[in-house]
């Protein structure tokens, strides 16, 4: 009888350790959007206050580039619109001159057509100043048209400021989302250009786990279906994490390498994005399971 009772409890013990296997009904790593965060500004980092591992807010300064140069420019720029604008007083200057010329033209063809009527002056004596006065009118458009000269100047150098200010504002590094500094690729004192990356952030308050199903699953699965997830942690067999599928893959594909699925390997299967808030312990990289 003990002879009978010990196969059978070897086959409960195996079928005990085989059961694990299809507990879960699809596998895969968990993984998180990673962001580059590429410098903007050109110069030398005066100062990257980050570390691998330093959580950061959006919209937290992390660091500078040096702004002397921009700087320069600007004050430049600024003395150089007050040159240009000064020589709004010697244009109204000029017009004031040429405005006097024309009423003292004025008074003189007055008194010219009186004499016309009494014969004591000529038509061409008349003709010459209406002339005079023509070419004058013209001289006084001239003159004023150097307003708008000057206002175009000033527009343009004042545009060359807003640019110079806001290739300043590039110089100063901002964080641009919530999460974790995973990889730091430069140091303070170094020289960056526009598009050198700094830093590798990733949000993992919430990690992607992106599992692989066979197509006879495919009908049990469905966008915001709530799933159980298992890790390498004895807890989560009892109580799973909870997630939440956020994709679906519209096409099959080779299993990866890395992948089993319940079916052992089989040849295509569709990838699954499973959403799932993370306490800590997961990683990216990690392998974790779902339960449908």
């Given amino acids: 009888m003990q002879k009978i009772i010990i196969p059978f409890l070897m086959l409960a013990l195996l079928v005990g350790c085989s059961g694990r296997e299809y507990l879960s009904d699809a596998y895969g790593n968990f993984e998180t959007k990673e962001y580059l965060i590429p410098a903007e500004g050109k110069g030398r980092i005066l100062g990257l206050e980050l570390e691998e591992g330093s959580v950061l807010s959006e919209g937290e300064i992390v660091g500078c580039i040096d702004t002397m140069a921009l700087h320069l420019q600007v004050k430049q ?5 007050k040159a240009v604008d000064a020589r709004r007083s010697g244009v109204r200057a000029q ?16 008194r010219l057509e009186k004499l016309l009527e009494d014969g004591a002056a000529t038509g061409k004596q008349m003709d010459d100043l ?16 150097q307003f708008e000269t000057i206002r175009a100047e000033i527009i343009a150098m004042e545009a060359q400021v807003n640019m110079a200010e806001d290739q ?5 590094i901002i964080n641009p989302i919530n999460g974790t500094v995973l990889e730091k690729y430069t140091e303070s004192f ?3 250009m526009p598009g050198k990356t700094l830093y590798k952030i990733a949000d993992l308050q919430t990690m992607i786990l992106r599992v692989y199903i066979s197509g006879d699953q495919l009908a049990s699965v469905k966008i915001g279906q709530e799933v159980g997830v298992i890790i390498d ?22 299993t990866p390498k890395i992948i089993q699925t319940r079916e052992e390997r089989v040849n295509l299967v569709y990838a699954v994005k499973v959403e799932v808030s993370n306490d800590g312990r997961l990683k990216i990289g990690m392998p974790g ?3 449908l």
Avoid: C, N
């Avoid at 720029?77 to 619109?81: C, K, P, S, T, V």
């Avoid at 942690?233 to 080779?254: N, Q």
């Fill in 77 to 81: 720029l600024e003395a150089g619109i």
């Fill in 168 to 172: 300043l504002s590039k110089h100063i």
């Fill in 190 to 192: 170094e020289m960056a």
């Fill in 130 to 145: 209406d002339g005079q006065l023509a070419i004058l009118d013209k001289q006084i458009i001239g003159t004023k048209s």
């Fill in 289 to 291: 399971e779902i339960v």
């Fill in 233 to 254: 942690d004895p807890a989560t067999l009892d109580t799973p994490l909870k997630g939440r599928i956020t994709w679906v893959s519209g096409k099959a594909e080779f």
């Fill in 95 to 110: 017009i004031e001159v040429q405005q006097s010329q024309k009423e003292t033209m004025l008074k003189e063809k007055s």
